[in-house]
């Protein structure tokens, strides 16, 4: 270990010098550092022959150029690019266990109880449901009806999955000579971070920046027998026996999203509502995802809140709730599972020895992800006001490295930023909702198309399309820039993200129409939506290939 | 000294491995055969034999170090090769280590690198 760390700086040595040398013979670059910068209104050859001691001097000062809080997506991309650029990084990163017991390895949130294990679950429901489809096409099925889905079997394999995702990672940052502290790192002063290893030792490094990338988890209700019996999605996609009859608590993305694949693996689940769905979604959109999952068995309890849960002999879950008329009612369930939103994870970060400031849920305030200390940086779930997406903090991570040590100067536009929610019938969205463009451009300043559309492959099998829906929001004026796009439908994600780039172009409804689509798909009807919504015309198509 | 064992081919492979107790922390390599020369035909192997060797020096004595000779090149060669097909060992280059039981693996290049061979043999997370 301490060879290893020998052996680091001398190697950091010789680049910041030859850096340092570049700067002073009167390359391009430049640097961001005050010193630096005084360095180069000295005279330059007596400054040449003073670079290896400068560097040694610079390099001595703090044991990283970049000290990484949380080995999640944003925290690896940034540290990665960090290093490809010459920095020396090292990642703190620790799990503590869920409520429940439940741990994992490294990666974040979106590899291990996140993203990943979801899709994969997702994907798994929607085999099940292609099964049945398959006997309507023809396959030869004996007893669909007794298909069912072994739990054990499928959390092996995603679990699987994930642990080879983590083990990649570990050796990805190895050989990426990223230093991985696999410990639960606090700051000690604004450049030393220290942290409690395995062996109870504390490991203490200093660092001239420091990226907080902690990312969040699950809240709990303050109700009795939630912290004992209830689960959340640090627990779901690992739980060791099937999860039974299951109370998803929150319709958030996460909610909707568990309680469509329990209920597409043959659970019965019920998803309680305290106010909205999805809120900062399309409404209307909304709508059509809910009526879908609906459809296809998933229970909703609206304007609901959990008042109590407590264990029966049996080992079922009783659980009294506050219904809307404010009456109190129970129902038994096997699981409960809260998705009530997630906090940010800064709490044990000690940032007041740091001096960096948080607002409401711990999360940082960040001007193109700095802090009020400006070498404490933070991307990912923990910003303030930020898309709580992986792609958003593996893009911002990554530009932030740049700008910290290859000069540049891109920052990070968190605007029009695509993403889906993978519901039975996905949403996808990207830019405004219809709501949003009504507040900032006024109702008569915009134009919204919308459509039902009929997805061939739903004929055969006779599957339910009257949830299958787009719209598009533009302006209403000239060319019609478009502002927002909303699809529900099969395969939601892959049809909006060619579209989030065509937004990222400024594309108009004008362009739109004039595209061609491919056919047969479903992501073809954006080329063909034409009714407005004001026209008033009915949005529902007459016959499948008009 | 960590124990050592040697297989030959498929068939011997799966008798050895379904009669193993996998508590024991075993690490399986996959390396083309030896030729008559001694050497294996796959010069990737042979070039990351000594590094790999040399991890194993330093492991522990309850480790179990199982050498697997998969077969000559053009069985290797052949994409319907059961040690590619085979879920457990789905092996797509030689040499490949694995920690038996685990998803951690080390395949080609990394071979040739101590500290990864290092981390196979001593990571506990």
Known sequence: MNTGIASYTIMLSLREATKLARLIVGSAATSPSIAHRNLLTMNKSWLFGQVMCAAYFSSHQYEYDLVVLGGGSGGLAAAKQATELGAKVAVFDYVTPSPQGTKWGLGGTCVNVGCIPKKLMHQAALLGEAVHEAAAFGWQIPEPKKIKIDWEAMTQGVQNHIKSVNWVTRVELRTKHVQYINALGYFKDPHTIAGLMKNGQEQVVTAKNVLIAVGGRPNYPDIPGALEYGITSDDLFSLSKAPGKTLVVGAGYIGLECAGFLNGLGYNATVMVRSIVLRGFDQDMVKIVVDEMVNQGVNFIHEAKPKSITKNEDGSLLVHYVDKDGQIQKDVYDTVLFAIGRYALTKDLKLENAGVETVKDGKIDANNEQSNVPHIYAVGDVLHKRPELTPVAIHAGKLLAKRLFDNATETMDYTNVATTVFTPLEYGCVGLSEEQAVQHHGEDNIEVYHTYYKPTEFFIPQKDNSNCYLKVVCERAGDQKVLGMHFVGPHAGEVIQGFAAAMKCNMTFKQLKSTVGIHPTVAEEFTRVQISKRSGVDPRPQSCCS | ?125
Request: aromatic letters at 12%.
């Open chain 2, 1 to 125: 000294m960590v124990v050592r064992h040697y297989i030959e081919g498929y068939e011997n492979f799966l008798e050895f491995i379904e009669n193993w107790d996998s508590n024991k922390p075993t690490f399986v390599l996959f390396t083309g055969s030896k030729l008559e020369s001694g050497e294996s035909w796959c010069p990737d192997c042979v070039v990351a034999k000594p590094h790999i060797e040399r991890g194993f020096d330093a492991a522990p004595d309850n480790f179990h170090y199982v050498v697997v000779e998969v077969g000559n090149r053009s069985f290797w060669k052949d994409p319907k090769c059961p040690f590619r097909s085979n879920p457990k060992t789905q092996l797509k280059v030689l040499p490949t280590l694995v920690r038996w039981g685990t998803q951690k693996r080390l395949e080609g290049d990394h071979l040739l690198n101590p500290s990864l061979i290092s981390l196979l043999l001593n990571d506990e997370d």
